[in-house]
């Protein structure tokens, strides 16, 4: 199950979704990503006073599916989770949800982490970042790329 939407959403009131959607799950993984206070390094940091979020209607929720589905074909997994947040966010804000359901956590942890790196990578999201020196679009990062890669090994 996936949503890309503007409102905020409940970590407890999800797990407990996905906890009835899996049955007799042995495991379940949840990660939440944030917007953080301060992005950056040396000279760039900068308090965060929003981040705007954009995305391609139709593309974006294909993507999600895709990689929900890939997930899916890879580790035996009894419910998924994804929900991205897009539209103007603060510091502090919930941005992202991957949740995870198996009959054994090995499987619920890769499973969840390969979800949020493909949601890096791969996921048609863009993002504006507003700090106190100015406003600029942020890139992906070698180590987005680096840890994508690793889930196309042999």
């Known amino acids: 199950m996936i949503s890309i939407q503007n409102e905020d959403f409940s970590l407890g009131d999800e797990y407990t979704a ?3 959607r899996a049955g007799d799950a042995g495991a379940i993984v949840t990660f939440t990503g944030l917007v953080r206070e301060v ?9 965060v006073q929003s981040l705007t979020l954009e995305h391609y209607p139709g593309m974006t929720e294909k993507c999600l599916k895709d990689i929900q589905h890939k997930a899916e074909q890879r580790w035996p997994l009894l419910a998924t989770r994804i929900i ?6 603060t510091s502090c ?5 991957v949740a995870t359901a198996s009959a054994h956590r090995h499987a619920a942890f890769e499973s969840a982490q390969f979800i949020m790196d493909y949601l890096k ?3 048609p999201f863009w993002k504006k970042q507003k700090s106190e020196h100015g406003s600029s679009w942020i890139e992906s990062r070698d180590t987005d790329k680096a840890a ?7």
């Open 39 to 47: 992005y950056g390094d040396g000279s760039t940091a900068g308090a």
């Open 84 to 89: 991205h947040r897009v539209g103007e966010l």
């Open 148 to 154: 994508l890669d690793r889930w196309q090994k042999p």
């Open 93 to 97: 804000d919930q941005i992202v949800l």
């Open 18 to 20: 996905i906890r009835r």
């Open 121 to 123: 990578s791969e996921a």
